[in-house]
C-alpha cells in the first residue's frame, strides 16, 4: 500500500507538462486524488523508503499529518475544479495549471515527507510555484504583491533551512521526522520566523493582504486553506512540543499571537475589498495558531490535547476559507446568486464560530488549552477577538451581498465555457454541506452552544449600525467614505527600495574608482614598454634563434645530468 | 583514489562535449590539457599541463578576431601568464624545500621540520594567487568577465567550465594533496583562503547584479559560485569538503546549461542583452526551461543540483562551527535569487515584443537547430538528476563523499 504515498507525490509532478494542454485540463482535478486514497487505505506508521531520492528521503503518515492530507487535498481538489471550469482557456491558463500542479505537488510532498530534506524541498517548490499563481492575472498591483510575496518567501526559506541545518547538526543524518530535535534558541528563531512569514504572523504579514487581493479565487482559496497550513504543520513537526518547558518562547509565542490576533481583526474590519478582509482574518488566525502553541510551550502537558485541538482547528480553518474564497470565485454567477450568498453566509458564520457551526466545535475543542494558564487578561482578549471576528464577518456578507460589478466582463472568453459553472458549483456546494455537518459528526451536544455570547455582542453592537445604514441615518454615509489605512507593507517598501538605492549608488561609485584604477594601470604598462612591431619576426632574427637553441640545449643537457638515473 | 578524482573531474568537463565541430581542433587541445591536470600526480607536471591549458585556450579566446576578442584574450593572456609564473615560482621553492611533491592523500608537509613552517604560509599564497588567477578569486578575477565578451558561446564555455575549474582542482589539490587539510588548518590558511572566497562569493554575486549582459551576469556568477568550492575546502571537516567537492561537478553543469541557452538565444533571435529577454519563454520553451533549470540551481532551489551543495557545505559549516560561512551562504543564495529570478520572470511571464532583435529559423519543427537545443536539455535534465537523485549510486555527490572519506582518513 506504501507506494500510494510515492503516487500521490509523483502523479502532480508528472501530470503537471501533460495539464499544459488547454484539452486535458481536467487532469488537474485527478492529481490530488491518490493522496484522498491514501488518506482511507495507508495505515498510520507505514513507512516508504525512497533511499535513491535526494539524500534519502522517506515518506509516511501519522496522526497529524494524516488529517493534514485530508484537508489539504480536499481543498486542492475543490481549487483544481474551479481552475479548470473557471479559467479554461484564457491565454497563459496552461502556465497557471502547470504551477498549480507543482505547489500542489511540494504541498502534499511537505506532509508526506517523514526526512527534513524531504519536507524542505516541498515547502520551498511548493514557495517558489505559488509566486505564479499570484501575479497569474498580470497588471502592476499584482506584480508588486508578487514581489513582496517573493522576497518574503525566499527569506522564509532560507530561516527554514538554516534551522533544519542546525537541526540535523544535533540530530545526525539519520533523524527522520516525528522526533523532534533538543530545543535551541537559534532554531527556534529561526522557525518562528520561517514560517511565521507563511503563516502570515505579524509583523511578518506584509506580503499575505495583497498576495490573497491579487490572485485569482481558486489560488487564493489554495493559498490560504492548504499552503498556509504547512506552516502550522512545520511548527507541529520541528518544535520541540510536549518536551520540556519553554517559558520565554511560550510567551514569546503568546504575545505574538494575541497582538497579530488582535490588530489583524481591527484591520480587517477597515477594509473594502472582500478578499483583503478574509486576507486580515487569515492572518487573525495566524495570530490564534500561534498563541495556542505558546499554551503548548508553556505548558509540555498540554501537548497530546493541543496537538489534536490545533489539528481540528486547522482542519475546521482550511475548509472554511477556502470555501469562502472559492465561493467569491463564483459570486459572478448571475444565475446561482441565491445559492452562493447563503453560502457564503452559512461559511461566514462557521468561520466567527457561531453556534452550532464548526468554528464553535473547534472553539470548544481549544477551550482547555486557552483555559490552562488562568489569566483573566487572556480570556478577556479573547472575547474580545470572538465579538471582533463576529463583525469581521458580518462586514463580510455585507460587502459581498450586493452583485459583483462586472469587473469580470473584460474577459469575454469567461461565458464561453460555460455559462453555469455546474461542477464548480456543486462541489462546493459540498464543500458547504461538509463545513455545516461537520460539529454534527465530530462534536458532542454541548460543543455547540460555544461562542453564543460573543456572537449576541457582536449582534447588538452590529444591528443598529446595520440599521442606520438601512434607513440612511444622519452620518452613516462615512462608514463609505473610510478609507483602509495604509499597511505596514507600503512603509517598508520604501524603505527598503531607498536602502537597495542607497546600496547600489554606493557600488556603482566603487565599480567607477576600480575601473579608473585599471585604466590608469593600463596605460602606465603602455608607457613603460612599447610592444616591438612584430615580435614574431625578431625572435626569428638567426643570431637570437641560435642564442635560444643553444640555451635550450645546455638547459636539457643540464637538467639530463641533474635528475637521477632512473 | 587519482582516478576517481579524474573521473570526478572528467564528468564536469566531458559536459561540453555536445560541441560544434568547427572549434574542435582547439577544444581537442583544451581536453588533453584539462586531462592532464586531471591526471598529474605531482605539482610540477600539474604546473606543466596547467600552463598548456593556458596557452591553448588562448586561441580560443581570440577566436572570432575582433578588436574585442583581441582585447579579451590579451587580458586573459596577462593575466594567467601571471599566474602561472607564481605558481611555477611557489612549485620550485616548495620542490626545494621539501623534495619531491606527489600528490599525497592526506598532505605530505606536516611532517617537515617546524622552522619552514614560515617559508610554507608564503609559498601558499604564491600557490593560492598562481591558481586564483584562474579560479578567479577577487583581486584576480578580473580577465574572465572580459574574455566572456567577445568569443562564441562555446569558447565562453570553456572558460566558465574548463578553465575555471583547472584553477579550482588546483587549489583541492594543494589543499588536500599537498599541505592536507589539518597541516594547512594548523597554519591558519584555511581561513584566509575561506575569507577570500567569501569576500569573491558577495562581491562576485554583487557584480553580477549591476550586468545587463547576459553573458556577463553569467560570467560574473562564475566568478561568485566557483569560489564555493574554495570555500568547501576551507573549512575543516569531511562534510564541508563533499560540499566543495561535489560543486566542482554541480556548478560545471548547471554552469555549461547556462551558457548553452545564452548561446541559443544569441544564435536564434539575436538576444544578448537581459532587458531583450521578455517572453522569450514562448518563443523558445525548452530552452528557457533548461535556463530556469540552471538558474534555480544556482540559487540553491530544491531539487537541482545546487541545493545539495549549499546543503553539505552549510553542514560542515555548522558541524566545524563555523557559522560566519552559513551567513555568507545565506547572503550569496539571496543575491543569487536577485540576480537570477527576474531573468526567469521577465522569460516567462513579460510579453514577447513584437519582433526579435536578429531571429534566424534554424529549424522547421523545433525553436532552434536541434543540435542546439539538445545540449541544454540534456545537462539541465543532468543537474535535475545529480540534485533528485544524489544519493543514488554513481552520483558525483557518491563520489564526492567517497573522496573526503578517504582524505579525512575514515
Redesign the interface.
Known sequence: MSWILLAAMVLPLLLAPLALHPALRWTLVLAPLPALVAVVLVPIGVNLDLPWLLLGASLGLDETSRIFLLLTATVWILAAVQIVERQGVEPHAGRLRLLFLLAMAGNLWLILARDPIGFYVGFAIMGLASYGLIIHLGGHRRRRAGRTYLIMTLIGELALFVALLLMVQTQGVAWSLPVTAAPDAAVIALLLLGFGIKAGLMPLHVWLPLAYTAAPPPAAAVLSGAMSKAALLGWLRFLPLGQVALPEWGILFVLLGLVTLLIALGSGLLQSDPRTLLAYSSIGKAGLFALLLGLILLDPTLAPVGVAALTLYAAHHALVKSGLFLGLGLRDVATARPLTRGGLILLALAMAGAPLTSGALAKYRIKPLLESPGWVWLDLALLLATIATGLLMLRFVWLTWPAPRASSARRPGLDAISKTPVWSLGTWVLLVGLVSCFPFALGDRSAWSTNAGGMALALLIAAPVMLAVRQRAPGSRRWFSVRPPVDLSARLESVLAAHVWVGRTVFARWVQAVEQVRVWLYRSAGTLQPPPPDPERCLRDWPRAGLFWLGVTVMLLLMAAWTPAG | MLWLVTTIYAIGYLEHSPNRSRFFGFFSLCVSATVGVALSGNLLTFVVFYEILTLATYPLVAHRGTPDADHGANVYLAYTMMGGALLFVGAVWLQTLVGPLDFTQGGLLSASPGELHGQFVIIFFLLIAGLGVKAALVPLH?WLPQAMVAPAPVSALLHAVAVVKAGAFGILRVVYDVYGAEFAHSLGLLTALGVLASITIIYGS??AL?QDGLKKRLAYSTVSQVSYIALGASVLGPIATIGGLVHLVHQGVMKITLFFCAGNYAETLGVHKISEMNGIGRRMPWTTLAFSVGA?GMIG???VAG??T??YL??GA??AGAHWV?LIL?VS??LN?AYF?PILYRA??LPPPDRWPAEHVLSERLETAPSLLWPPVFTALLALAA??????PFSP?EWATLIANREYGR
Do not use: H, T
Not at chain 2, 540534485?387 to 543514488?392: K, Q, R
Open positions: 578580473g554583487l557584480k549591476s534555480l532551489i530544491p531539487p541545493f545539495i549549499k546543503w552549510g553542514l555548522a558541524a552559513i545565506l543564495s539571496l535569487a529570478l516567462w511571464f540534485g533528485l537523485l544524489a544519493a543514488a555527490l
